[in-house]
Nanobody
């Protein structure tokens, strides 16, 4: 049974930084593509960033240059480091796992088979 547990969400001021964590159980990160999605109130869930088993990453244009992904495979944990946070980054952030490696569709939610419960990020101006 796959389980993803996010943590690290917090309330910060614009320009601040946060690191989100996603601890995975029931899977091995190197065998899965992992991603972060986010959903703000009244908006659709959107892809933020993804990393495949080989370490290749993709980022949404709105976060590229400010967010980075990393993995601790020994701890089976995915991290999303966020800097220069903006009020528009405020959302519930979800970790997701996919057994497929499709770089051209890293943003496609339907390819992800397991989801965490989310961690809340609030950014005040």
């Amino acid at each position: 049974q796959v389980q993803l547990v996010e943590s690290g969400g917090d309330s910060v001021q614009a320009g601040g930084s946060l690191r989100l964590s996603c601890v995975a159980s029931g899977i091995t990160l190197s065998h899965y593509s992992m991603a972060w999605f986010r959903q703000a109130p009244g908006k659709v869930r959107e892809a933020v960033a993804a990393i495949d088993g080989g370490g290749s990453t993709n980022f949404a244009p709105t976060v590229k240059g400010r967010f980075t992904l990393s993995q601790d495979k020994a701890e089976n944990t995915l991290y999303l480091q966020m800097i220069s946070l903006k009020p528009e980054d405020a959302a519930m952030y979800y970790c997701a796992a996919s057994p497929y490696f499709t770089p051209s569709e890293w943003w496609n939610q339907s390819t992800y088979v397991a989801w965490g419960q989310g961690t809340q990020v609030t950014v005040s101006s």
